[in-house]
């Protein structure tokens, strides 16, 4: 879970404009936890209180089979929106790809290359005036990334509104998880079945789902962040 909580603002900054960035990030979170809410729901019914081999295996089939969907559908995904970079934040992102990409022809061909309108382009040059190869090696790169992320790390622990949020977002996902993980328990003193149980998960999970789905577009619009 801690894997796939961030790909939904993540996807959102490099494929959505601002306008509409909000409404995609509640888009990816509310399929998220339908996804939940159906394990929910499908669990207790496809595995009886006994439980046996056969069923436990069927259950696995299913979950299986849920995951693919996503795996196919992000190799057909292209790598880049067709539309251009639809964000400060990914434009910014590629032109360090384009950057390292550059670096990395300079350093491997004869020929110095350079970018005509974000297209990599060699040009050519006397073969006798050449540019020593420069390229940075793995930790170079990483040791950049590492300063960078701590850097605004660092400035989201000094902005209250950023740190009022990390706290409002911990209680809700943790108090949430924590809910529906121990919910059988906490409802077996009054005798409701596992499919009982799956049933009042899923419902919780659903209507929070759609709800959200709402504020998301209300945000979008009103901007009353």
């Known amino acids: 879970i801690v894997c796939i909580l961030p790909i939904p603002p993540l996807l959102a900054a490099e494929w959505f404009?601002?306008?509409?960035?909000?409404?995609a990030t509640t888009t990816c979170s509310v399929l998220d936890n339908i996804g939940v809410a159906l394990g929910m729901l499908l669990s207790?019914?496809?595995?009886?209180?006994?439980?046996?081999?056969?069923?436990f295996t069927a259950l696995y089939l299913v979950h299986m089979?849920?995951?693919?969907?996503?795996?196919?559908?992000?190799?057909l995904l292209p790598e880049r929106p067709p539309c251009g970079p639809p964000s400060a934040s990914a434009k910014h992102k590629w032109d360090l790809e384009e950057e390292k990409k550059l670096k990395k022809v300079n350093a491997a061909g004869t020929r110095p290359a350079?970018?005509?309108?974000?297209?990599?382009?060699?040009?050519?040059?006397?073969?006798?005036?050449?540019?020593e190869p420069s390229s940075p090696t793995f930790l170079d790169d990483a040791t950049q990334e590492a300063t960078m992320l701590l850097d605004?790390?660092?400035?989201?622990?000094k902005s209250l509104p950023t740190v009022l949020l990390f706290m409002a977002s911990g209680a809700t996902i943790g108090i949430g998880w924590a809910t529906m993980a121990l919910l059988a328990q906490m409802l077996d003193p009054f005798s409701f079945t596992s499919q009982t149980c799956g049933i009042i998960g899923f419902v919780s999970i659903s209507v929070g789902?759609?709800?959200?789905?709402?504020?998301g577009t209300f945000v979008d619009r009103k901007r009353m962040y």
């Open 114 to 131: 350079t970018t005509i309108g974000g297209v990599l382009n060699r040009t050519d040059v006397d073969d006798d005036v050449q540019e």
């Open 44 to 55: 207790p019914l496809i595995i009886s209180d006994e439980g046996s081999k056969k069923t």
């Open 152 to 157: 605004e790390c660092k400035k989201c622990v």
């Open 17 to 23: 404009p601002d306008s509409s960035r909000t409404m």
């Open 65 to 75: 089979a849920f995951a693919v969907i996503p795996v196919v559908g992000s190799l």
């Open 209 to 215: 789902a759609l709800v959200s789905v709402g504020v």
